[in-house]
């Protein structure tokens, strides 16, 4: 099995259908949120606009430490730096997918919090999990959409919006 080319080929693939999601991201709707606990529509945005850049971290990295500012968010403001910064992440993850060996896929990579360990991963592990956030993510957006009357795209074939129903 080529498991490198299938994760390559699912990168690409989620990012496109991310990029459909991102292409409709509302002007005048980032503070929007359905209910007190859940995110705001911007920063849900912004964090699935940089799980896309994750695969480069996680391969050019050996651990990412919270506690020691490895992680700084991003504060996009506008549809705009969201299209901007998803083609940077996008082509800069690619790049670093299109640099591995297959045998790089079981490289270690781990996440902390100072000295807590959140999670131990191989390097493939690592990628999968980022690739399901970006769905899960990008689901709720999907709902935020939804409930603000905004098209909700397709993402593993058309949507009801698509359909016309």
């Avoid at 990168?11 to 292409?23: P, V």
């Avoid at 990295?61 to 992680?71: I, N």
């Avoid at 940077?88 to 690619?94: A, G, I, K, L, V």
Wanted: charged residues 25%; without cysteine; glycine residues 6%.
């Amino acid at each position: 099995m080529e498991t490198l080319q299938n994760l390559k080929d699912e990168l690409r693939q989620e990012y496109e259908t991310t990029k459909r999601f991102i292409d409709r991201f509302p002007e005048g709707k980032n503070d929007y949120a359905p209910h007190e606990k859940s995110m705001k529509m911007m920063p849900l945005a912004t964090h699935i606009v940089e799980i896309v850049g994750w695969p480069d971290t996680i391969l050019n990295t050996e651990k990412l430490d919270f506690a020691a500012g490895d992680y700084k968010p991003l504060n996009l403001t506008s549809g705009e730096e969201l299209k901007e910064k998803l083609e940077e992440f996008y082509t800069q993850s690619n790049a670093a997918m299109n640099q591995l060996s297959e045998d790089s896929l079981s490289g270690k990579w781990a996440m902390y919090m100072g000295d807590q360990l959140l999670a131990d991963y191989s390097k493939y592990s690592a990628i999968r999990h980022a690739l399901n956030q970006l769905t899960h993510h990008r689901a709720q957006l999907g709902v935020y959409y939804r409930l603000n009357d905004i098209p909700v795209p397709g993402s593993y074939g058309p949507s009801a919006d698509e359909q016309n129903v």
